[in-house]
């Protein structure tokens, strides 16, 4: 199964020189954990309540911070093509909560987390265990 349809396609986004608080506020309203970071159009990083609270307990002022100063260079991008199971494999790899899913043109296509995932793999596996019920009603 491909991670394309179980990407997150309403994305929050924000620019690297919004303050971190406004990003932060929005993440909350919003009810998500992360924000995609556009320059000039495309992702080039992504904000997350953990990097919020890294601010905080470093008694940052959020009002005087952008968001370019707690976005860390890490962030992974993949095509909607990618496999559920070497998603996870990626993610796990470099301890990764996200990925960011872009088309061929780096065009943001959404956000496919841990919550995607697990959704994924459950669905692989309810998949598996229809086949296999269906392999032992044909072989009875």
Known sequence: MEIGPLTTRAVLTVEA???LREAAVSMMERGVGSAVV????????????????????QAKDGEGFTVSDFVSGRMMKAPPTLEVVDAAGMMRERGFRHLIVVDDDD????????RDLVVGLLEERRLLAKAASNDASASA
């Open 38 to 57: 556009l320059t000039d159009g495309k992702p080039t990083g992504i904000i997350t309540d953990r990097d919020a609270l890294r601010a905080i307990a």
């Open 17 to 19: 020189g919004d303050s």
């Open 107 to 114: 065009e943001l296509v959404g956000v496919f987390s841990m």
